[in-house]
Structure formats: structure tokens, C-alpha cells
């Protein structure tokens, strides 16, 4: 009687931190830009979070939650990107009066 035997060709994968992952240079993405609006006196809630929405493109919801974090840290970050793309979503909240910079920008 002759005896076979099926030698397994099944692999185990790799655990994750052996696995191979993209790595993504600050040189290949460019540098990420932040518009940020502090808390002032002067703009309502509503005001505030009907620019979130119209400007930003904010949910509601997101925008409500902007709009309280501001009021009570003082500020907050609203919007990340290429400053090429937040400049005008900046002017636009500067223009409609609430107090918005980007950081991050290059001078």
C-alpha cells in the first residue's frame, strides 16, 4: 500500500504590520492650509452657521457644531485644503463679516 501525501500550497497573510502601505510625502500632497474663525460679539448663531453652510458646503449639523465650538473655545478650524481653494471660501467669510484667517499660508 502506498501512502500519498498533498503538500498545502495555502499561504497565511501577512499581519498588518508587515504588509506593504503608500506613504505619502508632504512634497506629493502639498501642504495642508486651515481657515480659522474666531468667536466675536457681533454675528448670531444662525448668521454664523447659515455662511458655514452656504460657503463651506457644511451640513447643518456640522455647521451647528462649528458654530458652538467657536463660541465657547474661541475659535475654531472650519475648513482644510489647498490655500488656493480656501482663499476664496476665506474672503467670502471675511465679506459676510465673521473674523476668518488661514493659517498656514505662505507669505
Same mark, same amino acid.
Given at each position: ?11 497565511k ?5 508587515? #504588509? ?8 506629493? *500632497? ?5 481657515? /480659522? %474663525?474666531?468667536?466675536?460679539? $457681533? ?16 451640513? #447643518? ?8 465650538? *467657536? ?5 475654531? /478650524? %472650519?475648513?482644510?485644503?489647498? $490655500? ?20 498656514g499660508?505662505?507669505?
Amino acid at each position: 500500500m502506498q501512502d500519498f501525501y498533498i503538500k498545502s500550497t495555502i499561504t497565511k497573510p501577512r499581519p498588518l504590520w508587515e #504588509q506593504d502601505e503608500d506613504v505619502l510625502v508632504e512634497d506629493e *500632497i502639498g501642504i495642508e492650509s486651515r481657515i /480659522i %474663525v474666531w468667536n466675536d460679539e $457681533v454675528n448670531t448663531f444662525d448668521w454664523v452657521i447659515d455662511c458655514f453652510m452656504e460657503i463651506l458646503q457644511h451640513t #447643518q449639523i456640522q455647521a451647528e457644531q462649528l458654530a458652538l465650538i *467657536i463660541h465657547t473655545k474661541g475659535k475654531a /478650524i %472650519v475648513k482644510t485644503g489647498p $490655500v488656493e481653494e480656501l482663499r476664496p471660501r476665506c474672503d467670502a467669510l471675511l465679506d459676510r463679516g465673521l473674523s476668518a484667517e488661514i493659517d498656514g499660508e505662505k507669505a
